[in-house]
């Protein structure tokens, strides 16, 4: 027997890196006109660096002791921000005391019993909610100084007060803005970017990639918010993005796709595609598979 269109198509998205789950899901992604990306792990490559080490003064602490407690409680998440600190305390060779308590927030951060201290990391501005004190406020300079450079700034306490930030930069992939522009003509619609991040480092990568509707800070039930509203004007949506926060989004969207290197595992079982090669490039070839295999013309 010939093998059905689909099959073929699946077949050949394989060959190009991309495990498409099944002859639905590959029929769906020729459907798609409007794209969500992620930005850290998606359109970044998912293996950002500390570029500073900033303890607060008041804090007694020297960079290698911030930068050990906070490495001691990101050891057990999978978050791509948490190896960066750990590298980071590896590579200055840091002991790292083993962590209690663990607990992780998508979006947020996490928080950790270290040497009987509770340690949080996180996203400043979600666990800074009041600056009134010196130590909030210095903090929120400082984070913002970070952010003003393109980096992600992340806050670290110690028993509910600041104790210093870490400034973290990702690199953009070689093909996101490539990406971004072949995904805009086969869709004719202009792309959006959902990131968790601040606006600020968001803004400035989506400039880079040419992608000009940014929404900044969104916890993982704002990016589902924001493709239903997408998907409630009419729109088929395909959501890529790679980590525990987009799972409800990729589950929410017309098509989902994750990113398979870097992935987190709940954003792999949850996605009805992955791109088993690590290049966003792939994901424009399968779209233009996809209306191949249903007859339209790309
Ligand atoms: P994105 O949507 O760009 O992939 P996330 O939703 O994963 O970003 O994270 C959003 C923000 O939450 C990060 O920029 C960071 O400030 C904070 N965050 C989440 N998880 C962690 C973590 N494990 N360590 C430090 N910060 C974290
Ligand atoms: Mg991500």
């Given at each position: 027997a010939t093998m059905p269109p689909l099959l073929s198509a699946i077949a050949n998205a394989g060959r190009h890196g991309v495990l498409v789950k099944s002859a639905v899901v590959m029929e769906r992604l020729g459907q798609v006109d409007t794209v969500a990306l992620d930005k850290t792990g998606t359109l970044t490559e998912g293996t950002p660096r500390v570029t500073d080490i900033r303890p607060l003064a008041g804090s007694h602490l020297t960079e290698e002791e911030l930068l050990a407690l906070a490495a001691a409680a990101e050891h057990p998440s999978e978050h791509p921000?948490?190896?960066?600190?750990?590298?980071?305390?590896?590579?200055?060779?840091?002991?790292?005391?083993?962590?209690?308590?663990?607990?992780?927030?998508?979006?947020?951060?996490?928080?950790?019993?270290?040497?009987g201290r509770a340690v949080a990391v996180g996203a400043p501005?979600?666990?800074?909610?009041?600056?009134?004190?010196?130590?909030?406020?210095?903090?929120?300079?400082?984070?913002?100084?970070?952010?003003?450079?393109?980096?992600?700034?992340?806050?670290?306490?110690?028993?509910?007060?600041?104790?210093?930030?870490?400034?973290?930069?990702?690199?953009?992939?070689?093909?996101?803005?490539?990406?971004?522009?072949?995904?805009?003509?086969l869709t004719g619609a202009a792309p959006v970017l959902v990131t968790g991040d601040n606006p600020c480092a968001a803004a400035r990568l989506a400039a880079e990639v040419g992608i000009a509707d940014?929404?900044?800070?969104?916890?993982?039930?704002?990016?589902?918010?924001?493709?239903?509203?997408?998907?409630?004007?009419?729109?088929?949506?395909?959501?890529?993005?790679?980590?525990?926060?987009?799972?409800?989004?990729?589950?929410?969207?017309?098509?989902?796709?994750?990113?398979?290197?870097?992935?987190?595992?709940?954003?792999?079982?949850?996605?009805?595609?992955?791109?088993?090669?690590d290049e966003l490039a792939t994901v424009p070839a399968v779209v233009a598979l996809s209306r191949r295999a249903r007859g339209l013309v790309v």
């Amino acid at each position: 027997a010939t093998m059905p269109p689909l099959l073929s198509a699946i077949a050949n998205a394989g060959r190009h890196g991309v495990l498409v789950k099944s002859a639905v899901v590959m029929e769906r992604l020729g459907q798609v006109d409007t794209v969500a990306l992620d930005k850290t792990g998606t359109l970044t490559e998912g293996t950002p660096r500390v570029t500073d080490i900033r303890p607060l003064a008041g804090s007694h602490l020297t960079e290698e002791e911030l930068l050990a407690l906070a490495a001691a409680a990101e050891h057990p998440s999978e978050h791509p921000l948490a190896r960066a600190v750990v590298d980071a305390a590896r590579t200055r060779g840091l002991a790292l005391t083993t962590a209690e308590d663990f607990t992780s927030t998508p979006g947020i951060g996490v928080t950790a019993t270290v040497d009987g201290r509770a340690v949080a990391v996180g996203a400043p501005a979600r666990l800074l909610n009041d600056a009134d004190d010196a130590m909030s406020a210095w903090a929120t300079t400082v984070a913002g100084d970070l952010e003003d450079d393109g980096g992600t700034a992340v806050l670290v306490e110690a028993d509910g007060v600041p104790v210093g930030v870490l400034g973290i930069a990702d690199r953009l992939r070689p093909d996101a803005a490539a990406t971004v522009a072949a995904l805009t003509a086969l869709t004719g619609a202009a792309p959006v970017l959902v990131t968790g991040d601040n606006p600020c480092a968001a803004a400035r990568l989506a400039a880079e990639v040419g992608i000009a509707d940014v929404r900044a800070g969104l916890l993982p039930q704002d990016k589902v918010t924001a493709v239903k509203e997408q998907e409630q004007a009419g729109r088929k949506v395909l959501v890529i993005g790679d980590g525990v926060n987009d799972a409800p989004a990729l589950a929410a969207a017309h098509t989902g796709i994750a990113m398979g290197r870097a992935g987190s595992d709940l954003a792999l079982e949850t996605a009805d595609a992955v791109i088993v090669r690590d290049e966003l490039a792939t994901v424009p070839a399968v779209v233009a598979l996809s209306r191949r295999a249903r007859g339209l013309v790309v």
